[in-house]
């Protein structure tokens, strides 16, 4: 999927679920606007839900919509749930080592590679700390940054597949204006054809994206913007509820579901996502290939 991107100028859309509600709107909109997706879930919503349950819903969601989706653990700096994620046959993990020293954040990404690799499993590689605290990880303050011949030094030690380096996004929701680094994805891209992902999509421009994108992003990371979708369609359908003393759970079930579809969908768009007819199974099993041609 990453390739397929890279290859062809946007950048695949890598949302983050928290329920069945959340997970079914991501695969609506990626079925209507024909774009391949990334569902994430945090380590929170994994061991909410559970990783079978979570892996059986996502199997169930994704069976029938003709476009690649994959299934992927966002943010985890747990070797354990690693694990566990892998041998239910996710697509990837993003390994965060960002707390580590240089070294130790090596060594042990190395380690989860390799046991990743072995059952054909992707791994994404942060080992500095994108700003912003995401479910319970990360931090507000920058702790470890380093220069991107050594980000990609690291990238050559462990074999880590995809990159997720500080390009001036922060987790959550903006609280000033960032000073953004597409840049530093050009300077990344020259040392390595690695795929670069951005973190903190919330709050970002469609002029904005596209910069990051023509700089060689091909993955976009998208969690707080469906949380305050989610959260926003279900207030204002449980004030519709009690004005009108009608309580339909279902009613507000599809009040959920339509505005994170829709939320969705424009980041489809944002991204250049959307419009692809694609050869390949709906669900893109771990080592999958993602083939299509611009609708």
């Not at 989610?230 to 004030?239: D, K, T, V």
């Not at 099993?285 to 993602?290: E, Q």
Request: overall charge negative.
């Amino acid at each position: 999927m990453m390739r397929h991107a890279q290859e062809h100028g946007y950048a695949v859309p890598a949302l983050n679920v928290v329920d069945d509600l959340s997970l079914r709107a991501v695969v609506a909109a990626a079925r209507r606007l024909a774009s391949p997706v990334i569902v994430q879930a945090s380590v929170k919503t994994a061991r909410a839900i559970g990783v079978d349950l979570l892996t059986r819903m996502f199997e169930t969601a994704s069976a029938a919509a003709g476009v690649p989706i994959a299934l992927h653990l966002d943010h985890c700096p747990d070797e354990g749930l690693i694990r566990e994620v892998v041998e239910a046959g996710w697509s990837s993990v993003l390994f965060d080592a960002s707390s580590l020293d240089y070294d130790e954040a090596v060594t042990r990404t190395r380690r989860v590679v390799d046991y990743a690799h072995a059952h054909g499993v992707d791994v994404e590689s942060e080992i500095e700390n994108i700003v912003g605290v995401e479910d319970g990880v990360g931090s507000d303050s920058l702790v470890h940054s380093y220069s991107p011949e050594r980000l990609v030094e690291a990238a050559e030690k462990t074999g880590a597949d995809l990159l997720a380096p500080q390009l001036g996004t922060q987790h959550g929701q903006y609280t000033r204006r960032p000073r953004l680094l597409p840049e530093r994805v050009h300077d990344i891209r020259r040392l390595t054809d690695r795929p670069i992902v951005l973190h903190g999509g919330t709050g970002l421009t469609g002029d904005q994206f596209r910069a990051f994108i023509e700089a060689g992003i091909s993955k976009i990371n998208v969690s707080t913007a469906l949380k305050r979708s989610y959260m926003g369609s279900a207030l204002e359908s449980l004030r519709e509820a009690e004005a009108g003393d009608v309580w339909d759970p279902p009613v507000l079930f599809r009040a959920i579901e339509t505005s994170v579809e829709q939320t969705v969908g424009e980041h489809i768009a944002m991204f250049g996502a959307g419009g692809w007819a694609v050869d390949s199974a709906s669900a893109c099993s771990a080592g999958g290939r993602m083939q299509g041609r611009r609708r």
